[in-house]
């Protein structure tokens, strides 16, 4: 089974939601969808579903078009940010809910009832209501709901969003055993690219309404084709300085330099744009290599084990991740390290001239 949008567009009143785009997903696959809110996730979502035709393009299921099919026609299921299930009902009645609009016989739904239940671990709490389950046993209730259609492509949109911490870290682990044995094609929406790196497959990631890169999660995530695809996936977002190539030496702004070794010592002479993620900033030296950047301490936050800090480099605004707890003055000089090897290097155009050192060797 495969899943192809073929120029697909979405125009709304004159305003572009969806930008032309290509997309094709296989059988058996996860497939995430990360950007921050208004990117255009849930936009996707609804025209594979069939919820919103496209404006312009073709959607194709198994290469027939079905950009007209109504939803109701299509093997679809979805489950939202927030999840929906019949108060009145029994886990069980929920579960076999669609399978009783379908007009399966009674003994298919006690069959496929079961073995979504013992899929999503719910199988002691089948006779339970909705509200006697804890947040994460509810969400699992409506994702059975969905697998139980059998269907050849379930949406999720943002589905762990309203759990608290404890509860998304357990299913974000189980969600991709789960789904593996399903054997349908899944689309997860998401803002946080933790999640797209727990959850693997492949990932899209979007920024307002253009889809700037689709492939495996670890490849996109090392490898970002530009820039916007780098600050999409790092959270915080990917930090940027002017660089220039000269000779043997990469020279950044504000007088440091470093060795242009590896890709780019073949890389031309001319100026670039340096980035580098928030966890590869430190505040000590720890490698011969690191290059130190002088920077005013604007605010700190703690999370516990690792402490955020937000910085003015010559008045860009760059935000380090620390580890560790650190007491720090705000509003002084701080100085921070970066070793080269994680280092990006991107052109005037925002296209990605050479990856780090690290994402090749990894």
Not at 117 to 134: N, V
Not at 161 to 169: P, Q
Not at 239 to 256: E, H, S, Y
Request: overall charge negative; glycine content about 10%.
């Amino acid at each position: 089974m495969t899943l192809t949008l073929e120029g697909v567009s979405k125009v709304v009143n004159g305003r572009v939601h969806i930008h032309p785009t290509d997309l094709t997903l296989e059988n058996g696959t996860m497939n995430v969808l990360l950007g921050p809110t208004l990117s255009g996730k849930t936009s996707i979502m609804r025209l594979m579903a069939g919820l919103d035709a496209p404006t312009k393009g073709r959607i194709l299921w198994n290469g027939q078009d079905v950009t007209g099919m109504r939803v109701q026609d299509r093997k679809v299921a979805m489950v939202y940010q927030q999840f929906i299930n019949y108060p009145s009902m029994t886990v069980y009645d929920n579960i076999a809910s669609p399978l009783k609009l379908m007009g399966k016989s009674r003994d298919e739904i006690d069959a496929a009832v079961k073995k979504s239940a013992d899929l999503m671990q719910l199988t002691p709490m089948l006779h339970r209501k909705p509200l006697e389950l804890s947040g994460g046993q509810q969400q699992r209730c409506a994702l059975a709901r969905a697998l139980v259609k059998d269907a050849g492509l379930v949406l999720l949109d943002e589905p762990l969003a309203n759990l608290d911490y404890k509860l998304r870290e357990e299913l974000r682990i189980e969600i991709p055993k789960i789904f593996e044995e399903a054997g349908s094609i899944f689309v997860y929406a998401t803002t946080e690219p933790e999640e797209a790196l727990l959850l693997g497959g492949n990932t899209a990631t979007l920024w307002e309404g253009r889809v700037t890169q689709f492939g495996l999660t670890p490849q996109v995530y090392r490898q970002p084709v530009d820039a916007t695809t780098a600050r999409v996936f790092s959270d915080p977002p990917m930090n940027f300085l002017k660089v220039a190539k000269i000779g043997n030496k990469l020279m950044f702004d504000g007088g440091q330099n470093a060795p242009a070794t590896g890709v780019l010592a073949d890389l031309p002479d001319g100026r670039y744009a340096a980035g580098f993620r928030p966890n590869h900033l430190e505040i000590g030296k720890h490698t011969s290599e690191a290059v130190v950047f002088t920077t005013r301490l604007m605010v700190t936050e703690l999370t516990g084990s690792e402490t955020f800090v937000h910085l003015d480099h010559q008045g860009e605004r760059w935000v380090g991740l620390i580890h560790g707890v650190h007491d720090l003055k705000l509003g002084e000089d701080l100085e921070v390290y970066l070793d080269p090897a994680h280092v990006y290097i991107f052109g005037e155009d925002g296209g990605l001239i050479a990856p780090a050192a690290y994402a090749l060797a990894a």
